[in-house]
Structures are given as C-alpha cells and as structure tokens.
C-alpha cells in the first residue's frame, strides 16, 4: 500500500481519545478503533500527499516503522475507514 | 485483557453508546421492562430540552444513541427529535415494540438516513412471547416487521431478551431474521425494572446458558449480543465483543426527565450521576460527576479474587448483582462457575428501582345484576 493514494473514507469521523481515536462509520455503523496517535494522525493527513510513503515521511517516522504503518493502513482499508483516491 | 480494555476502564471523554429513553410512557406491560414503563412521568423533557441534549451529543462526538422507552414512538415529537439528531450527525437506533409501525410509516423510516430499527420479539411463536409482552404482542411485531421488508427498509434488528422459556427457540429467532432479511440481536435479561420481582422465574437455567455459550461461538458476529453476556465467558472461549463493564465508563443512560443513571439496568439513587437539566449539562455530568469517577475507578475482585475465571469475566454484570441483593465486588448471580447461586442463598435485601411507571391493574368492571 506503501505507494498507493489514500484518503480517509468521506463517512466516517474520527473523535481524538486519550488512546488514540474512535473511528465511526456512518454507512456502515460500525465504530472501529484506532489504537495510536500517530496513526490518527496519518490517517488524517493522507489525502494530503501523494501516497502513504510521503505522509510517514512527512510525518518524521523513521522508515524502519514503515512496515507496521502499512498493515494498520491495510485493516483500515479493510474496514473501509482508508479508501483509494 | 488488551491495552484499549484498560484504557476503556478508566473511562472515556464522552460516551461511546447512549441510552435514551425518550418517555416512560407504554401501550404495552412487559413482565421484564427495565424500565417499570407504563405511564408517561409529567417531568419529561420537551422537545426543546430534548434538542438541547441532541446538541450536547453532537458537540461531544457521540456517533449514535439508542432510543428507548416505554415506547418512543408515543411521544408527538417522536420523528422531530429523530431527524433533528440524525441531521446534526447523531445517529438513531430505536427500539419499539412495532405497534405505531403501520405501511405508511414503515416508508417514511425507510427513507430516513442514518435511522437503524430494533423490533423487540420475546418469543419465536405468539405463546412464549406473549406470556411476556402481552396479548397480541407478537402479532403487532410481525406486522410491523412485514411492513419494514415491504418498505424496503433494509437490515433492522429483532431484539430478544432471553429467558428460560425462549432459549431453545434461539434457531427460530435466527430463521425469522433471516425471512425479513433483518439482523438478530439477542441480550442479556437482567433484573432490572419490573424484573426484579421476575427474573428468578425467568432468568436462564445453568445448563441453559452452557448452551447458549456454545450458540454465541457458533455465530460469531453474525448475531449481535451488545457484548451483554461477557459473563459467560468464564466456560471457556470468549465471545467477540468487549470484555468488561462500561457502565460509566463507555456507556451510560438518559432517562425520560433527564437523570443521567451508569446504565440502562441500573435506575437507582446508587447509581443516578445527575440531571442533563442541571448546570454543564449531561458533559458535566459524564465528566464530572462522582458517581461515574467512582465506576471509573480500580475495582476490587472482592469475593471473586481467587477465582481462576476472574480475567475472563470480571466479575460479571453490576447492575445482575445489585438487584438481586448481592456485593459488588462478588460473583454474578448466574456466574457459570455456579458460586452465585451460592451467593443469592445468603443474599442481602434486594433494593427498589427508582419510579415505578407501571399502569394501575385493570378491574373488569361487572354490571349490578341484583339492581
């Protein structure tokens, strides 16, 4: 998923919690959990830059952690939170 | 238990799911309602006040409530209320009996958004159900249900409380679902409300909820259970779903004046955090109130401690404890592990909900044959 173009599903809202955030899903109803801040924070910001690699490096990870940013991006994608643009 | 459990715990800055229940007011006299309802409490919010919360809600990013009664659909200002929260992005699952649910209605909710429907059905055929809901219950619901398919309303749910009488027709529930195309969300009875002088007869034997433990792995999250029977947990394998207490902590109630209670199964002083009509509104209350910083705080195992299962079950459901005469911080009235059993041999006064609703007991009225 690393180099593909990303952005948070228009249908769900993500409320900020002391764990990281909720992530509701209007069409689907179901309320999905984000377990990081960081990765809120990314998931906010993709639609920003042109695919995941440049929001992680944009966002200072270090590119060791680029592997596990990219499965939680995959289950979000799964779930519908994070589509393609 | 994960990170995020602990986390829940210790409680979040708004709820995660609410219950409100809109008015006390009933047609029908459920032998099991949570809520006492029968009668309409003159103190009920207006619409204005109702508004107000729905603002709250939104301005806390509460995603969706869970509208309740009695029977929200009594209430003039049933469909105001809906669409003033479904437009301010506060999504509405209610739950009805059916009986307001005619043809023409059964449209108008199909083409509402954000709008989710839970029909309560007590037993797969009129004489179970009926013996808990009341004459021509079942009949009402099946209705209603028809017009929902016939609306093209989409995936509602049919609600199940399960008791001793309904849980070998757990098989007929799912194939009614499935003939309406709906989704079916079987819960815990607790008891709470008019329960509490009913639930010793009603509730599930042991064996029974072996089996239904076994029924809930074999169906995963295609049946919907509002993660109510973690209890049972403590047999084995774990049911999906969160494994814990929200009351206070991710869940809580909004009663039809207002009081804001921990849970919907917990109308009692002990647990009453504070009115949505006070200063700070229902915010104030989540946040701040004493009674919910008391459930978010450590709790002890008690009784419990010692138990191989504790990690499994936690100790079970609060408000099953407190309305049978038990200890908190002891084992649930059905623990699985058969020590509450043992508990309610030696159990404490079992306490009075707040406000019975209940309508008076109809007297057939006798013509004078001697006059």
């Given at each position: 998923m690393l180099d593909s173009p990303l952005k948070l599903h228009p249908s769900v809202a993500l409320r900020p919690e002391p764990f990281g955030a909720l992530a509701y899903h209007y069409d689907n109803r179901r309320l999905?959990?984000?377990?990081?801040?960081?990765?809120?924070?990314?998931?906010?910001?993709?639609?920003?830059?042109?695919?995941?690699?440049?929001?992680?490096?944009?966002?200072?990870?270090?590119?060791?952690?680029?592997?596990?940013?990219?499965?939680?991006?995959?289950?979000?994608?799964?779930?519908?939170?994070?589509?393609?643009r | 238990m994960t990170a995020l459990t602990e986390r829940m715990k210790d409680g979040l800055d708004a709820p995660i799911c609410i219950t409100w229940e809109l008015t006390y007011s009933c047609n029908l006299s459920c032998v099991h309602c949570l809520s006492s309802s029968g009668r309409r409490d003159p103190k009920e919010l207006t619409t204005e006040e109702a508004f107000r919360v729905v603002d709250e809600l939104r301005n806390m990013q509460v995603f969706y409530v869970n509208i309740g009664g009695g029977e929200p659909m009594i209430r003039r200002d049933f469909f105001d209320i809906v669409e003033y929260a479904t437009s301010s992005g506060v999504g509405v699952k209610f739950s009805t009996n059916g009986t307001y649910i005619d043809a023409a209605t059964a449209q108008r909710l199909a083409a509402m958004d954000y709008l989710d429907i839970q029909i309560s059905l007590d037993g797969a055929d009129a004489a179970t159900n009926d013996a808990i809901r009341g004459e021509g219950s079942y009949d009402t619901a099946m209705t209603a249900m028809r017009h929902l398919k016939d609306a093209g309303f989409g995936e509602f749910k049919i609600s199940v409380v399960i008791t001793r009488h309904n849980i070998a027709q757990l098989d007929e529930f799912k194939a009614i679902a499935d003939q309406f195309g709906a989704q079916l969300r079987i819960t815990r009875l607790r008891p709470s409300g008019r329960a509490v002088d009913t639930w010793e007869q009603l509730h599930p034997t042991l064996d029974q909820q072996r089996t239904l433990h076994q029924w809930l792995l074999g169906h995963g999250e295609n049946v919907l259970t509002g993660d109510s029977f973690f209890h049972l947990n403590a047999l084995g394998e774990s049911l999906p779903g969160l494994n814990l207490c929200g009351a206070g902590r991710v869940v809580c109630l909004i009663d039809p004046i207002g009081d804001v209670y921990a849970c919907p199964f917990v109308i009692h002083d002990e647990f009453l955090a504070g009115n949505v009509r006070g200063n700070g509104g229902f915010a104030a209350v989540w946040r701040t109130s004493d009674c919910f910083t008391e459930l978010r705080g450590p709790q002890s195992a008690g009784a419990c401690a010692s138990c191989g299962s504790w990690d499994a079950c936690q100790g079970g459901c609060m408000a099953a404890k407190f309305f049978t005469g038990l200890p908190l911080d002891g084992p649930d009235p059905e623990c699985v592990g058969g020590d509450g059993e043992y508990a309610l041999a030696s159990a404490g006064a079992i306490p009075r909900p707040n406000g019975d609703h209940s309508k008076p007991v109809a007297v057939q009225l006798r013509r004078r044959s001697n006059v």
């Open positions: 999905i959990f984000l377990k990081h801040p960081s990765i809120v924070d990314v998931v906010k910001d993709l639609e920003q830059h042109p695919d995941l690699q440049s929001t992680l490096s944009a966002h200072g990870i270090d590119e060791q952690h680029w592997d596990n940013y990219d499965k939680a991006i995959c289950s979000l994608i799964e779930s519908d939170v994070v589509v393609a | -």
